[in-house]
């Protein structure tokens, strides 16, 4: 997750304080979280939402199917 929220953060110009703040845990809470890699789908999205952003997961088919989230 580190090597995605990382970079988000910084395209968002966003610290882990400012995004801790939103979603209401301390920096550290949430640096530990981002280094571990431990969230939900619906933490992503909310990490994404706070980012202004959209967090989409989904399975890609050779087909060219996509099944997933899309922001849901």
């Excluded at 789908?41 to 990490?47: F, G």
Aim: proline content about 3%.
């Amino acid at each position: 997750m580190q090597r995605i929220i990382n970079p988000a953060l910084a395209k968002a110009n966003m610290s882990k304080t400012e995004l801790g703040a939103r979603l209401g845990v301390t920096q550290q809470n949430i640096s530990k979280r981002i280094q571990r890699g431990k969230f939900t789908l619906d933490e992503l999205q909310e990490i994404a939402r706070c980012m202004g952003a959209e967090f989409n997961c989904s399975f890609d088919f050779p087909d060219g199917t996509k099944i997933g989230t899309k922001g849901e």
